[in-house]
T-cell receptor, first 114, second 109 residues
Framework: GAGVSQSPSNKVTEKGKDVELRCDPI?????LYWYRQSLGQGLEFLIY????????KSGLPSDRFSAERTGGSVSTLTIQRTQQEDSAVYLC????????????FGPGTRLTVL | RKEVEQDPGPFNVPEGATVAFNCTYS??????FFWYRQDCRKEPKLLMS?????NEDGRFTAQLNRASQYISLLIRDSKLSDSATYLC??????????WGAGTKLIIKP
């Protein structure tokens, strides 16, 4: 079946511009996570959605970052007024309620802020 | 101190050799542990969960030492295709997974 998809795969933007990153989780997966990974680093948790519950936004690094999940499926991560330090790979993962610890990742969006 | 620490490597190992690396974690309340594998410029994929009694999956063996708060991964008869970064993941007292920065493994012919 289809895995987690993300778009765009690559995004180059200028400092100060807003960007939107999209994640389409595996059908039926109720949990959705956003992470970012800087070069040579581990994954940094950003935000977590579970079903219709309020999202856990505790990992968002600043108020320039926000995320939505519409209809319990597709999610959009928005970064406003991008900064060079936002450059990273943004990874989305989803998991099934009955096996929450097995996360399936999308291919990521590589964001470069010039 | 980081919550999950790994030796970044790289570990350069000849094909066919056995290699092992550890990961230490700081939260003694951690309940679940995992090894993920990440190929260059690819997304992480679950390699194996780590059970209290240890577990083996083919050439891969994972161990948990709660007293010393570390987990280990051992790869026997290493293959060229084992070259990757191995990420240690620890589940805390809530649902969040805490990720190590990874250990890079290079298998040489």
């Amino acid at each position: 079946g289809a895995g987690v998809s993300q778009s765009p795969s690559n995004k180059v933007t200028e400092k100060g511009k807003d960007v939107e990153l999209r994640c389409d989780p595996i059908s039926g997966h109720t949990a959705l996570y956003w992470y970012r990974q800087s070069l040579g680093q581990g994954l940094e948790f950003l935000i977590y959605f579970q079903g219709n519950s309020a999202p856990d936004k505790s990992g968002l690094p600043s108020d320039r970052f926000s995320a939505e999940r519409t209809g319990g499926s597709v999610s959009t991560l928005t970064i406003q007024r991008t900064q060079q330090e936002d450059s990273a790979v943004y990874l989305c993962a989803s998991s099934w309620k009955r096996d929450p610890d097995t996360q399936y990742f999308g291919p990521g969006t590589r964001l470069t802020v010039l | 101190r980081k919550e999950v620490e790994q030796d970044p490597g790289p570990f350069n190992v000849p094909e066919g050799a056995t290699v092992a690396f550890n990961c230490t974690y700081s939260n003694s309340a951690s309940q679940s542990f995992f090894w993920y594998r990440q190929d260059c410029r690819k997304e992480p994929k679950l390699l194996m969960s780590v059970y209290s009694s240890g577990n083996e999956d083919g050439r891969f063996t994972a161990q948990l030492n709660r007293a010393s708060q570390y987990i280990s991964l051992l790869i026997r008869d290493s293959k060229l295709s084992d070259s990757a970064t191995y990420l240690c993941v620890v589940k805390g007292s809530n649902y969040q997974l805490i990720w190590g920065a990874g250990t890079k493994l290079i298998i040489k012919p």
